[in-house]
Each structure stands twice: as C-alpha cells, then as structure tokens.
C-alpha cells in the first residue's frame, strides 16, 4: 500500500502570506497527485490534478508541482476564501488521502 | 450540472447493516467508475470502495474488506454501498464521488462529490 505523508498538520496564516503544503510518497507515483480543498460541513472540491493541472474554475493563486515521491500545493496569496483544510490524494495504485493541513487564521 | 446525491444513512447498531444509495445526473454515469469515500467525525478523508464503469471490477479498502459490498445500476443511474458487520469505527460522513477518467478505471483521481450522508454506529 502507498501510505501519503502530508505537512505541516496545520498552518496559521495571514491574508496575502504565500501557503506551501507538502505531500510525500511512500513510493514513486509519477505524477498521479490531485489536490482537494475542503471546508466545514462541505464536500472536498478538486483543485489540481497529475500534480500541477488546475481544475477548471479553480484561481490561478494555487498551483501544484512535483513528481515521483513529493509533491506540493502553493497558494501564492492566501485569500479569505481559502481557510480550509486541504489533502492530497494519490491514485497510482488505488486511491489514499494524506492525513490533511488546516489553513486557519493566525 | 453534475450532481450526487447520497441517502441511506441513520444511526444503526454494532453488527447490523444498512445500505447506502448514491443517485447521479448530470453525467452519462455508464461512463464513469464510482467511489464511496468516507470522513469520520473531526477526521481526514478515508477512501473506500472503486466499481468501475460497467461494474465488471470492484476494489476495497483493507479495513472494509469482506464486509462491504459496492453495486450500480447503470439504468437507475445509481450506485449502492451495503455495509454489513458495522462496528463503530465505521461511523461517519460517507461521500460518493465520480472518478474523473471516462470509461477509465485506474489512474483519475476523484472529481465531483455529493454532499454526503451520515453513518452512525453506536449501541
């Protein structure tokens, strides 16, 4: 089994600071990483998938990149709109979510 | 628009079952693989079950092996979860969600998901 490892757990931010979030791999999945943004009481929401292609309708604020065992999500200036918490999930060999990063407020 | 509409869920005993409904449109839903996808209270995402498009290929996760079993009715644009043996480590939010290749099981990560329907276990 691919066990995803993400980080950092939580993330206390300010409006407009730049968010990286890492997800790692316990081995190589090429590039079969998608990013989900989630908010309270809320269903997830894509936002990027194979790694670094945003989702139709998704801000140019997030991008993701990396392959092979790490991989991040960069939101280049933190919106209200964005505290959440976000996963990774791999789908190269069956479907496994990181343990998630709450964005909250500092 | 595509839309997921889970129900199904309630509060249900140790050892007992219930059975889990997902009704789709929006989307050509013969086309599409299914997942159930579930979130325990205060917890992070957990996947559970894939059936691929025709329903020929089904697969599980290991803490829900043998005693879950996933289905779809291509005609009633339908996908079902039956859950048997339920202990309370099975409670929670279980979402449906659409696996994002057409016609492609393996590789596409999940894209849409319904609003999900709650599942509690508890005597």
């Known amino acids: 089994d691919i066990q995803m490892t993400q980080s950092p757990s939580t993330l206390s931010v300010s409006v407009g600071d730049r968010v990286t979030i890492t997800c790692r791999a316990s081995?190589?999945?090429?590039?079969?990483l998608a990013w989900y943004q989630q908010k309270p009481g809320k269903a997830p929401k894509l936002l990027i998938y194979?790694?670094?292609t945003l989702e139709s309708g998704v801000p140019s604020r997030f991008s993701g990149s990396g392959s092979g065992t790490e991989f991040t999500l960069t939101i280049s200036s933190l919106q209200p709109d964005d505290f959440a918490t976000y996963y990774c999930?791999?789908?190269?060999?069956?479907?496994?979510f990181g343990q998630g990063t709450k964005v909250e407020i500092k | 628009q595509v839309q997921l509409v889970e129900s199904g869920g309630g509060v249900v005993q140790p050892g007992k079952s219930l059975r889990l409904s997902c009704v789709v449109s929006?989307?050509?839903?013969?086309?599409?693989?299914m997942h159930w996808v579930r979130q325990a209270p205060g917890k992070g995402l957990e996947w559970v079950a894939v059936?691929?498009?025709?329903?020929?290929?089904?697969y599980f996760a290991d803490s829900v092996k043998g005693r879950f079993s996933i289905a779809r009715d291509n005609s009633k644009n339908t996908l079902y979860l039956q859950m048997d043996s339920l202990t309370v480590e099975d409670t929670a939010m279980y979402y449906c969600?659409?696996?994002?290749?057409?016609?492609?099981?393996?590789?596409?990560?999940?894209?849409?998901w319904g609003q999900g329907t709650l599942v509690t276990v508890s005597s």
């Open positions: 194979k790694a670094s």
């Open positions: 929006g989307f050509i839903f013969n086309e599409y693989s």
């Open positions: 969600a659409r696996g994002s290749g057409r016609l492609q099981l393996w590789l596409n990560p999940v894209d849409y």
């Open positions: 059936m691929s498009s025709y329903g020929s290929n089904e």
């Open positions: 999930l791999q789908s190269d060999a069956y479907w496994t």
């Open positions: 081995r190589s999945i090429s590039n079969w």
